[in-house]
């Protein structure tokens, strides 16, 4: 996080605040939702602001979860290596070098499958895709019967996007050998089966849609949590914003880009998969923009991250810098908090009406 320092520095008081300072939680529990990340309530009766304390915090660790494996940040396990953990090389350079982007951008280049030309030209053709859109969007504007069908096509498609372990979307030896070992923490847990499912089984003919302008997280949701859990609204708003207003205007090696179609399109389509759609947002950016790897990924960050491997993270945009990658992780793990969080929001005000 620290190459993206004005993000960084949002992300410190934000987590400060929910973990030390005044709140509706005693400071143990609030570290023991933080470590389990899972609140059983069993016989105990949580008021309104702890359980609004609780859904931030719960919310927040996940999403950090999407950006620590996504980021390569934890090392994969190997069978072989008496710890269990190995550093995965890639080409010329190991994981470690992440930390400090050392070369990072070259480096994915020099290994025999990815070829320069081949980079290069993704890169002029997302470019070429970006400006595209720009044009179309100020010549003439889809009708909303047509943002809404292109919404519902994004939608259903991704019920079918598979996370990386299945590894039908990529070749068998690409990542046959990156399957992650998980350690056993059954004992830790209550629900070994509890985890990520879609928001509608494939195949419904009707699949659910949370209408974003019927709950916003800026008219309702800001004005629900700051009133059940005073200020961390205000910090949560400014992580939000800072993030999706981050740019340097630049892309690989070019300058003076604007990425606003680009940050939107990944911010958005995070949303998508957990149902959300804005109506004034046209979902045939997202097809347009977005690769398939690419979207393999985000899924897999975003709903599977402990499935997350480095290869997955090198099969899209490879002529990208790491820090461009980090930035993209940044987008994926706030637009996943804002989600879960609207989510819960939405049903907190739903039992206090």
Known sequence: MSLHTPYLESFLRSQFYMLRMDGPLPLPHRHYIAVMKLVKTGENNWSLPELVHAVVLLTHYHALASFVFGSGINPERDPEISNGFRLVPVNSFCVCDLANDNNIENASLTGGSFGIVDSLS????????????????????????????RFEKEKKESLFVVSGDTFHSFPHSDYEDDRIITADVSRYIEDPGFGYEDFARRGEEHLPTFRAQDYTWENHGFSLVNRLYSDIGHLLDEKFRMVYSLTYNTMATHEGVDTTTLRRALFNYVHCMFGIRYDDYDYGEVNQLLERSLKVYIKTVTCYPERTTKRMYDSYWRQFKHSEKVHVNLLLMEARMQAELLYALRAITRHLT
């Open 122 to 149: 993704e890169l002029e053709a997302l470019m070429g895709r970006m400006k595209r859109l720009q044009e179309e969007r100020e010549d003439e504007e889809a009708s909303q019967e047509e943002m809404t069908t």
